[in-house]
């Protein structure tokens, strides 16, 4: 079966510090991928996505992730974090099922910024 | 801007009761899903469906089953709560085109005693 897997449960950092989240992924074949994130109290959203072309992505709030497919990885980068960025942060690998590409999401990173 | 709803934030329930959640999409988007979201389990996939009236089971169904008699609500059934439900459950819809984005609702958060 395919699988997610986010290496880091749970991250600090301090403002302004450099952030780098994993995200492995266990499907040989062609595969979208996404990086969600949910903020407290909020609703899960989307931050960036990748389906094909440049494999470095760039999203919202200045996070990029970079596609490298001889690792199967997916990684989230930011340059320098800010307190707003608190949040869960959620790897998803979109795979085909039956008549729907469903996702598969990794486990989760909860990321604390400290002011 | 798309827009998923769900009936309720908090739902309190007793073992063996009927649940229903409510979900409601207005994107006119084919496909609508159901997770539930635990800690440290991230969000996995109780039921999809692809269409009005079609199916199918994601990754843990056992103890649910799912309604899509419109286009724009899927409901998700829990025919006998027990505490092991207890959880956040996430609605989901997207379009049926090649690389879309799944939208979510804000969860409705169940607790079974």
């Known amino acids: 079966a395919q699988s997610v897997s986010q290496h880091n449960h749970h991250v600090i950092l301090s403002e302004a510090a450099s952030l780098e989240l994993g995200c492995n992924y266990s499907?040989?074949?062609?595969?979208?991928l996404f990086w969600y994130v949910q903020y407290p109290g909020q609703h899960l959203q989307l931050l960036l996505k990748?389906?094909?072309?440049?494999?470095l992505v760039k999203g919202i709030k200045g996070f990029e992730a970079e596609f490298i497919k001889s690792k199967f990885s997916f990684n989230l980068r930011k340059p320098s974090v800010q307190w707003s960025d608190t949040a869960e942060y959620f790897c998803?690998?979109?795979?085909?099922?039956?008549?729907?590409?469903?996702?598969?999401f990794g486990s989760g990173t909860q990321l604390t910024v400290l002011p | 801007d798309v827009k998923v709803t769900q009936s309720s934030r908090y739902l309190v329930k007793r073992t063996g009761e009927k649940v229903f959640l409510e979900c409601v999409q207005d994107?006119?988007?084919?496909?609508m899903f159901w997770y539930r979201q635990d800690p440290g389990l991230g969000l996995r996939l109780i039921y999809f469906?692809?269409?009005?009236?079609?199916?199918e089971k994601g990754d843990i169904p056992e103890g649910y089953s799912v309604s899509r008699e419109k286009k724009e609500r899927f409901s998700l059934i829990l025919e006998s709560a027990s505490t092991n439900q207890t959880s956040m459950y996430l609605c989901?819809?997207?379009?049926?085109?090649?690389?879309?984005?799944?939208?979510f609702g804000p969860g409705t958060r169940l607790l079974v005693l």
């Open positions: 990748y389906f094909s072309g440049d494999p």
């Open positions: 989901a819809s997207r379009s049926a085109l090649p690389a879309e984005t799944q939208y």
């Open positions: 469906s692809y269409d009005v009236k079609m199916k």
């Open positions: 994107m006119d988007h084919e496909n």
């Open positions: 499907y040989g074949g062609t595969v979208n």
């Open positions: 998803a690998v979109n795979v085909p099922s039956g008549s729907a590409r469903q996702l598969t």
